[in-house]
C-alpha cells in the first residue's frame, strides 16, 4: 500500500483528507487492476467474462464516489480553513503574521535567503546579506557601468533639473527648501488620481469612488486642503489607516 498524501504546510488539511485520499487510491488501484484482468482475459480467451465484467464496472464505479467524496471533504476542510482565518483577523496582528498565515493556506512556504558567497566567504546573516546585495546593485547602476549615449544624455539633463527644482524652491527662510516633489497638491492632480480609480468595494466609510468622482467644487476644495493637510504634516487620520479585508478563495484552488 502506497503511503497516503499528506499536506503538511496546508493548516486547514485534516486526518480526514489524508484518508479520503488513501481511499480514493486504494479504489483507483482496483479498478485499474479489474480493468486490466478483464482485457487479458478477453485476449487469451476470446470471449468476455460476464463476473470481470460486472467486476470491473462496479469498482470503477467505487473510484468515481471515492474520488467525489474526496473531493467534498477536502473543499470543506479548505472553507472551514479560510473562514477560521478570517475570523482570526485582528488589529492587533501584523501583516507579516497575516501573510504568512495567508501563503501557508495557499499552500506556499517560506523560503529562506540561500547563502550568499563573497570573495570565497559564505554569508549566512540576513543583514549583511541586505548589505551585499545592496552594495552590488549600486555598483551595477553606477555611472562606469552605463551606456555612454546614456551618460551623455545624463550630463545634459541634470544641471536643468536641479535648475528647475532650485527655482520652485521656497524663498521662506523658515522653511527647508520645499522642493517641486513637495508641494501642495492641486486640484487637476486630485481629479486626474480619482478618475484614474476603478470602482472597487468601498471602506468602513461606505465612501465609493463614483462619490468623490461626483463631488462639488465646495467639496472637492475641501477634500484636497484635508489631504494636503495630511502631506504637509506627515500624518494619516487613524480611519484612513483601517481596511476591510476579505479574502475570497479563487475557483478549483
Known sequence: MGRPHN????????????????????????????????????????????ELKTKAKQAKANY????????????????????????????????????????RLRGKTYEPIKPLKLNDRFITDNNEKAQVLTNHYKTVASDQNLHPSFLNVKSQQNPIIEQELQANSSLDPEVNEVSLLNRKFVMSELKNALNKKKSTAPGADQIHYNILKQLPNESMEILLSLINSSWEQGTLPDSWKEATIIPIIKPKR
Open 64 to 103: 468515481v464516489e471515492a474520488k467525489q467524496i474526496a473531493q467534498n471533504i477536502i473543499k470543506q476542510a479548505r472553507e472551514t480553513g479560510w473562514r477560521t482565518f478570517i475570523s482570526e483577523i485582528t488589529s492587533d496582528k501584523s501583516s507579516k503574521e497575516i501573510w504568512t498565515k495567508f501563503n
Open 7 to 50: 499536506r503538511p504546510t496546508n493548516p486547514w488539511w485534516t486526518k480526514e483528507c489524508s484518508d479520503a485520499l488513501q481511499h480514493r487510491q486504494i479504489c483507483s488501484r482496483k479498478w485499474r487492476k479489474s480493468a486490466h484482468s478483464r482485457k487479458h482475459h478477453k485476449q487469451t480467451r476470446n470471449y468476455e467474462s460476464k
